[in-house]
């Protein structure tokens, strides 16, 4: 199978050390952490877990070798259904890699319970934050 990514190698998994990324990324850092993702996706059978995100998500990842068997979409009606179903991804261990999508910043409390839940559960996550929509001023 050829993958998007070619350069995403074991190195990056050394890389990744921290099981939860400190910093909340704009959804434009989605591309660039890609062959991250890759390569913790691709090292193991569990779970590639996506809260909100589109269907774009989903392909970029299926594009990058992920199979699609291996990938759980969990859409969430609003951002406290994706802040607490990120929180339980994270917290049930099934997944390699949790990537939520969060139109807000989250409050530093819910980050930190992400990095609490990430760390227990060993599961690397990365939360993406859809920038404000920028309305033209009439």
Same mark, same amino acid.
């Given at each position: 199978m050829k993958y998007n990514y070619p350069h995403a190698t074991?190195?990056?998994?050394a890389e990744a050390v921290a099981f939860c990324d400190d910093s909340t990324l704009n959804n434009d850092d989605f591309s660039q952490?890609?062959?991250?993702i890759q390569s913790l996706a691709l090292r193991t059978t569990q779970w590639v877990t996506v809260?909100?995100?589109s269907r774009a998500i989903v392909q970029q990842l299926v594009d990058a070798g992920v199979s699609r068997g291996k990938i759980?979409?969990?859409?969430?009606?609003d951002a406290d259904q994706r802040e607490w179903a990120t929180e339980q991804?994270?917290?049930a261990g099934t997944s390699s890699v949790v990537l939520s999508f969060l139109d807000h910043y989250s409050s530093p409390r819910v980050h930190q319970? &992400?990095?609490m839940?990430?760390?227990? @559960? *060993?599961?690397?996550? &990365?939360?993406?934050?859809?920038?404000? @929509? *920028?309305?033209?001023?009439?």
């Open positions: 074991r190195d990056l998994v952490m890609m062959p991250r809260i909100g995100g759980r979409w969990v859409a969430g009606r991804a994270l917290l319970r &992400f990095k839940a990430s760390k227990v @559960s *060993q599961t690397h996550s &990365f939360v993406f934050r859809t920038p404000p @929509s *920028q309305s033209p001023l009439h």
